[in-house]
Protein backbone atom coordinates (compact mmCIF):
# COMPACT_ATOMS: atom_id res chain seq x y z
CA UNK A 1 0.00 0.00 0.00
CA UNK A 2 1.22 3.48 -0.91
CA UNK A 3 2.69 5.20 1.98
CA UNK A 4 0.53 8.45 1.24
CA UNK A 5 -2.71 7.39 1.11
CA UNK A 6 -5.10 9.21 2.28
CA UNK A 7 -8.21 8.33 4.64
CA UNK A 8 -10.56 8.23 1.99
CA UNK A 9 -8.22 5.64 -0.19
CA UNK A 10 -7.97 3.74 2.79
CA UNK A 11 -11.62 3.79 3.26
CA UNK A 12 -12.73 2.96 -0.35
CA UNK A 13 -9.95 -0.19 -0.17
CA UNK A 14 -11.30 -1.30 3.17
CA UNK A 15 -14.92 -1.37 1.76
CA UNK A 16 -13.33 -3.32 -1.84
CA UNK A 17 -11.69 -5.97 0.68
CA UNK A 18 -15.39 -6.57 2.70
CA UNK A 19 -17.20 -6.85 -0.49
CA UNK A 20 -14.58 -9.45 -2.08
CA UNK A 21 -14.68 -11.22 1.22
CA UNK A 22 -18.58 -11.25 1.25
CA UNK A 23 -18.44 -12.59 -2.31
CA UNK A 24 -15.64 -15.25 -1.75
CA UNK A 25 -17.74 -16.42 1.63
CA UNK A 26 -20.85 -16.59 -0.55
CA UNK A 27 -18.79 -18.44 -3.46
CA UNK A 28 -17.91 -21.02 -0.98
CA UNK A 29 -21.11 -21.70 0.39
CA UNK A 30 -22.38 -22.61 -2.88
CA UNK A 31 -19.60 -25.12 -3.11
CA UNK A 32 -18.37 -26.16 -6.40
CA UNK A 33 -20.33 -24.99 -10.01
CA UNK A 34 -22.27 -22.02 -10.90
CA UNK A 35 -24.97 -21.52 -9.14
CA UNK A 36 -28.70 -20.41 -10.79
CA UNK A 37 -30.17 -17.50 -10.87
CA UNK A 38 -32.87 -18.42 -8.67
CA UNK A 39 -30.62 -20.44 -6.24
CA UNK A 40 -28.24 -17.60 -6.01
CA UNK A 41 -30.93 -15.36 -5.00
CA UNK A 42 -32.26 -17.99 -2.28
CA UNK A 43 -29.08 -17.85 -0.79
CA UNK A 44 -28.57 -14.69 -0.54
CA UNK A 45 -32.23 -14.33 1.41
CA UNK A 46 -30.65 -16.73 3.69
CA UNK A 47 -27.20 -15.04 4.03
CA UNK A 48 -29.26 -12.07 4.75
CA UNK A 49 -31.11 -13.72 7.93
CA UNK A 50 -28.24 -15.16 9.58
CA UNK A 51 -26.26 -11.79 9.00
CA UNK A 52 -28.36 -9.14 9.39
CA UNK A 53 -29.09 -8.99 13.51
CA UNK A 54 -32.89 -9.70 14.40
CA UNK A 55 -33.74 -10.63 11.12
CA UNK A 56 -36.22 -13.52 11.24
CA UNK A 57 -36.82 -13.46 7.36
CA UNK A 58 -35.96 -11.62 3.83
CA UNK A 59 -37.20 -11.78 0.47
CA UNK A 60 -36.01 -9.97 -2.94
CA UNK A 61 -38.26 -7.75 -5.01
CA UNK A 62 -37.58 -7.44 -8.52
CA UNK A 63 -39.34 -4.86 -10.66
CA UNK A 64 -38.86 -5.76 -14.73
CA UNK A 65 -38.68 -2.91 -17.36
CA UNK A 66 -42.41 -2.89 -17.52
CA UNK A 67 -42.76 -1.84 -13.77
CA UNK A 68 -44.29 -5.32 -12.65
CA UNK A 69 -42.52 -6.50 -9.51
CA UNK A 70 -42.08 -10.39 -8.34
CA UNK A 71 -40.71 -11.84 -5.50
CA UNK A 72 -38.46 -14.53 -6.79
CA UNK A 73 -36.57 -15.27 -3.63
CA UNK A 74 -37.53 -15.31 -0.08
CA UNK A 75 -36.94 -17.51 3.30
CA UNK A 76 -40.42 -17.38 4.55
CA UNK A 77 -44.22 -17.52 2.44
CA UNK A 78 -45.07 -14.20 4.71
CA UNK A 79 -42.68 -12.45 2.45
CA UNK A 80 -44.54 -13.41 -0.34
CA UNK A 81 -47.72 -12.17 1.24
CA UNK A 82 -46.21 -8.94 1.92
CA UNK A 83 -45.08 -8.41 -1.41
CA UNK A 84 -48.04 -9.10 -2.67
CA UNK A 85 -49.96 -6.36 -0.51
CA UNK A 86 -47.37 -3.71 -1.88
CA UNK A 87 -47.44 -4.54 -5.55
CA UNK A 88 -51.58 -4.82 -5.05
CA UNK A 89 -51.33 -1.03 -4.07
CA UNK A 90 -48.46 0.45 -5.34
CA UNK A 91 -46.90 1.18 -2.26
CA UNK A 92 -44.20 -0.37 0.31
CA UNK A 93 -40.75 0.09 1.67
CA UNK A 94 -39.42 -2.41 -1.08
CA UNK A 95 -41.58 -0.50 -3.90
CA UNK A 96 -39.98 2.93 -2.73
CA UNK A 97 -36.25 1.34 -2.16
CA UNK A 98 -36.73 -0.05 -5.98
CA UNK A 99 -37.88 3.63 -7.24
CA UNK A 100 -35.46 5.74 -5.40
CA UNK A 101 -32.25 3.11 -5.81
CA UNK A 102 -32.10 3.56 -1.78
CA UNK A 103 -31.90 2.02 0.99
CA UNK A 104 -35.32 2.31 3.13
CA UNK A 105 -35.43 2.33 6.86
CA UNK A 106 -38.68 2.67 8.35
CA UNK A 107 -40.09 1.65 11.84
CA UNK A 108 -42.95 -0.33 12.28
CA UNK A 109 -45.26 1.81 13.26
CA UNK A 110 -44.75 4.42 10.80
CA UNK A 111 -45.85 2.56 8.12
CA UNK A 112 -49.23 3.52 8.07
CA UNK A 113 -48.18 7.77 7.93
CA UNK A 114 -45.36 6.92 5.01
CA UNK A 115 -47.27 3.67 2.91
CA UNK A 116 -51.06 4.26 4.10
CA UNK A 117 -52.99 2.02 1.81
CA UNK A 118 -50.24 -0.42 2.07
CA UNK A 119 -50.19 0.00 6.45
CA UNK A 120 -51.97 -2.45 8.40
CA UNK A 121 -55.79 -2.35 9.38
CA UNK A 122 -55.57 -3.94 12.24
CA UNK A 123 -52.74 -4.91 14.93
CA UNK A 124 -52.50 -7.35 17.51
CA UNK A 125 -49.63 -7.23 20.24
CA UNK A 126 -49.02 -9.81 22.81
CA UNK A 127 -47.01 -9.29 25.48
CA UNK A 128 -44.49 -12.32 26.02
CA UNK A 129 -41.89 -10.70 28.56
CA UNK A 130 -42.37 -7.67 30.18
CA UNK A 131 -40.25 -4.84 32.19
CA UNK A 132 -39.91 -5.30 36.20
CA UNK A 133 -39.17 -1.42 36.68
CA UNK A 134 -42.86 -0.78 36.06
CA UNK A 135 -42.24 1.10 32.26
CA UNK A 136 -42.95 0.20 28.72
CA UNK A 137 -46.47 0.84 28.74
CA UNK A 138 -47.71 1.63 25.98
CA UNK A 139 -50.77 4.94 24.84
CA UNK A 140 -53.23 4.75 22.64
CA UNK A 141 -55.28 7.63 20.94
CA UNK A 142 -58.68 7.54 19.21
CA UNK A 143 -58.58 9.95 15.91
CA UNK A 144 -62.03 8.76 15.08
CA UNK A 145 -63.81 10.05 18.80
CA UNK A 146 -61.04 12.89 18.69
CA UNK A 147 -62.27 13.70 14.98
CA UNK A 148 -66.53 12.89 16.30
CA UNK A 149 -66.01 15.68 19.00
CA UNK A 150 -64.58 18.44 16.81
CA UNK A 151 -66.19 21.82 17.32
CA UNK A 152 -68.33 22.14 14.35
CA UNK A 153 -66.22 24.83 12.67
CA UNK A 154 -63.40 23.04 13.44
CA UNK A 155 -64.68 20.66 11.20
CA UNK A 156 -65.60 22.77 8.71
CA UNK A 157 -61.95 24.05 8.69
CA UNK A 158 -60.36 20.49 7.96
CA UNK A 159 -62.67 19.93 5.01
CA UNK A 160 -60.48 19.39 1.81
CA UNK A 161 -57.15 20.26 3.85
CA UNK A 162 -54.04 18.05 2.62
CA UNK A 163 -50.89 17.36 4.79
CA UNK A 164 -47.43 16.06 3.65
CA UNK A 165 -45.84 13.36 5.52
CA UNK A 166 -42.13 12.69 4.88
CA UNK A 167 -39.63 10.27 6.92
CA UNK A 168 -37.22 13.37 7.34
CA UNK A 169 -40.69 14.95 9.82
CA UNK A 170 -40.12 11.94 11.96
CA UNK A 171 -36.02 11.52 12.16
CA UNK A 172 -35.79 15.27 12.81
CA UNK A 173 -38.18 14.77 16.43
CA UNK A 174 -35.08 12.30 17.74
CA UNK A 175 -32.30 13.74 15.42
CA UNK A 176 -32.97 17.65 15.66
CA UNK A 177 -29.39 18.57 13.96
CA UNK A 178 -28.53 15.74 11.38
CA UNK A 179 -25.59 16.70 9.24
CA UNK A 180 -26.18 17.50 5.74
CA UNK A 181 -25.47 13.67 4.58
CA UNK A 182 -27.64 12.00 6.90
CA UNK A 183 -30.20 14.62 5.67
CA UNK A 184 -30.11 13.50 2.39
CA UNK A 185 -30.16 10.21 2.90
CA UNK A 186 -33.74 11.08 4.48
CA UNK A 187 -34.60 12.94 2.08
CA UNK A 188 -34.04 10.76 -0.55
CA UNK A 189 -37.60 9.04 1.08
CA UNK A 190 -39.66 10.58 -1.61
CA UNK A 191 -43.09 12.53 0.87
CA UNK A 192 -46.44 11.74 0.80
CA UNK A 193 -49.40 14.21 0.55
CA UNK A 194 -52.50 12.76 2.30
CA UNK A 195 -56.28 14.12 3.63
CA UNK A 196 -55.84 15.44 7.09
CA UNK A 197 -59.34 14.07 7.33
CA UNK A 198 -59.53 10.00 5.94
CA UNK A 199 -63.26 9.38 4.76
CA UNK A 200 -63.86 5.81 4.84
CA UNK A 201 -66.59 4.04 1.99
CA UNK A 202 -68.52 3.60 5.24
CA UNK A 203 -68.58 7.22 6.00
CA UNK A 204 -67.00 6.81 9.00
CA UNK A 205 -63.97 9.45 9.38
CA UNK A 206 -60.40 9.53 11.38
CA UNK A 207 -57.53 12.70 11.63
CA UNK A 208 -54.26 11.07 9.82
CA UNK A 209 -52.00 12.81 12.22
CA UNK A 210 -48.70 11.46 13.28
CA UNK A 211 -45.04 12.13 13.87
CA UNK A 212 -44.37 12.04 9.80
CA UNK A 213 -46.31 14.64 9.51
CA UNK A 214 -44.44 17.53 7.96
CA UNK A 215 -46.87 20.51 6.45
CA UNK A 216 -50.16 21.75 5.70
CA UNK A 217 -50.55 22.09 2.22
CA UNK A 218 -50.79 25.67 1.07
CA UNK A 219 -49.94 27.39 4.58
CA UNK A 220 -46.77 28.17 5.96
CA UNK A 221 -44.41 26.74 8.06
CA UNK A 222 -45.80 28.52 11.88
CA UNK A 223 -49.82 27.78 10.64
CA UNK A 224 -49.00 23.94 9.34
CA UNK A 225 -47.32 23.41 13.06
CA UNK A 226 -49.79 25.48 14.62
CA UNK A 227 -52.72 23.23 13.43
CA UNK A 228 -50.74 20.12 13.41
CA UNK A 229 -49.83 20.71 17.56
CA UNK A 230 -52.90 21.84 18.25
CA UNK A 231 -55.10 18.80 16.42
CA UNK A 232 -52.30 16.29 18.55
CA UNK A 233 -52.70 18.01 21.44
CA UNK A 234 -56.64 17.46 21.09
CA UNK A 235 -56.53 14.18 19.95
CA UNK A 236 -54.41 12.90 23.25
CA UNK A 237 -56.66 14.36 25.56
CA UNK A 238 -57.54 11.62 28.33
CA UNK A 239 -60.50 11.17 26.96
CA UNK A 240 -59.61 9.64 23.98
CA UNK A 241 -56.55 8.14 25.34
CA UNK A 242 -55.48 4.31 27.05
CA UNK A 243 -52.68 3.51 28.34
CA UNK A 244 -51.71 -0.05 28.79
CA UNK A 245 -49.88 -1.41 31.73
CA UNK A 246 -48.24 -5.28 30.42
CA UNK A 247 -48.83 -8.31 32.24
CA UNK A 248 -47.20 -11.18 30.35
CA UNK A 249 -49.74 -12.75 28.29
CA UNK A 250 -51.72 -9.62 27.38
CA UNK A 251 -52.96 -9.32 23.69
CA UNK A 252 -54.51 -6.15 22.54
CA UNK A 253 -55.60 -5.80 19.43
CA UNK A 254 -56.42 -2.41 17.63
CA UNK A 255 -57.57 -0.59 14.60
CA UNK A 256 -54.51 1.10 13.20
CA UNK A 257 -56.26 3.25 10.43
CA UNK A 258 -57.98 5.51 13.50
CA UNK A 259 -55.49 5.12 16.46
CA UNK A 260 -51.81 6.48 17.63
CA UNK A 261 -50.00 4.77 19.91
CA UNK A 262 -46.62 4.95 21.27
CA UNK A 263 -44.36 2.75 23.56
CA UNK A 264 -43.82 4.64 26.74
CA UNK A 265 -39.76 4.68 27.80
CA UNK A 266 -37.92 1.89 29.33
CA UNK A 267 -34.54 1.42 29.97
CA UNK A 268 -31.71 -0.10 27.59
CA UNK A 269 -31.13 -3.24 29.49
CA UNK A 270 -34.94 -4.17 29.68
CA UNK A 271 -36.33 -7.30 28.80
CA UNK A 272 -39.84 -5.91 27.41
CA UNK A 273 -40.80 -8.09 24.46
CA UNK A 274 -43.57 -7.92 22.02
CA UNK A 275 -45.14 -10.34 19.64
CA UNK A 276 -46.82 -8.36 16.76
CA UNK A 277 -48.96 -9.60 13.92
CA UNK A 278 -50.68 -7.40 11.57
CA UNK A 279 -53.85 -7.36 8.76
CA UNK A 280 -53.50 -5.42 5.40
CA UNK A 281 -55.47 -3.05 4.91
CA UNK A 282 -58.37 -2.83 1.73
CA UNK A 283 -58.92 0.87 1.83
CA UNK A 284 -56.61 3.13 -0.03
CA UNK A 285 -56.59 6.73 1.85
CA UNK A 286 -57.75 9.32 -0.57
Known amino acids: MPQNSSLDDLDVIARVDAVAAALDELRGRFGAGQPTTTAFLEQLCRWAVDTVPGADMAGITLVDADGTATTPAYTDPRVVEIGVDQYRTGQGPCLEAAATHTVVRVRFDELPDCWPAFAAKATVLMARQVSDDDTGDTEFANTYAAYEELPSDDKAELEGVRVVHSFAASQLLVYPDPDPKERAAW ?3 PSREHPLVWTRGSGKKSMVLGSTA ?15 TRLLEWSTQDRFTLRRKWRVGDVVIWDNT ?7 PYGEQSARLMLRTSLVGEEVVQ
Open 258 to 264: GMLHRAC
Open 187 to 189: DRN
Open 214 to 228: ERVVGRSEDESKELL
